[in-house]
């Protein structure tokens, strides 16, 4: 059974730093990209980043280049978001999803709070 | 990396068919058919409906049916079901390794 379990989210003061984990099981990890997608309360799903199997290659929506990194260790099949300068527009629950040109399987969220 | 848009709300009664669109651009839904459908129930995490056009993931009833024309995709679900009552995305493959997926429709059944 695939499995995507995210971490690492909770309440974090503006400009302040968070990284989130997803933790891949049940299916071959280093063969799939990998994407990060959020969503705020009551609001529509955003996409934010996508990396390739390997990790060579990555992007991201222009509301979070330069202050967010994906990354991935394949080795731990473990998909990361380091999340920098964070702002309240940045609270949302986010999910870890996989796939190449569509998200076929995704995790239960973590939820990321950016306040005061 | 403007949002596709969908229509807010769309409702049909049990048995009925409903059709949400997704109108995007030249530069995603219309340059690729790597268009995606997305259900998600209320605290649940989205599930995948229809990738490229029109596919269906196993497991998923063939009520469910997606195409495209242009730059607008489609998604209609034929014989409505109260457990197809839920918020519906689209996606689409933006080019340069980009995505962006739609507003959101909320199908109510009635």
């Known amino acids: 059974e695939i499995q995507l379990v995210e971490s690492g989210g909770g309440l974090i003061q503006p400009g302040g730093s968070l990284r989130l984990s997803c933790a891949a099981s049940g299916f071959t990890f280093s063969s799939y990209w990998m994407h990060w997608v959020r969503q705020a309360p009551g609001k529509g799903l955003v996409w934010v980043s996508r990396i390739d199997s390997d990790g060579s290659s990555t992007s991201y929506a222009d509301s979070v280049k330069g202050r967010f990194t994906i990354s991935r260790d394949n080795a731990k099949n473990t998909l990361y978001l380091q999340m920098n300068s964070l702002r309240a527009e940045d609270t949302a629950v986010y999910y870890c999803a996989r796939g190449s040109w569509g998200f076929g399987n995704w995790g239960q969220g973590t939820l990321v709070t950016v306040s005061s | ?110």
């Open chain 2, 1 to 110: 990396q403007s949002a596709l848009t969908q229509p807010p709300s769309a409702s049909g009664s049990p048995g009925q068919s409903v059709t949400i669109s997704c109108t995007g651009t030249s530069s995603d839904v219309g340059g690729y058919n790597f268009v995606s459908w997305y259900q998600q129930h209320p605290g649940k995490a989205p599930k995948l409906m229809i990738y490229e056009v029109s596919k269906r993931p196993s497991g998923v009833p063939d009520r469910f049916s997606g195409s495209k024309s242009g730059n607008t995709a489609s998604l209609t679900v034929s014989g409505l079901q109260a457990e197809d009552e839920a918020d519906y995305y689209c996606s689409s493959y933006a080019g340069s390794n980009n995505f962006v997926f739609g507003t959101g429709t909320k199908v109510t059944v009635l």
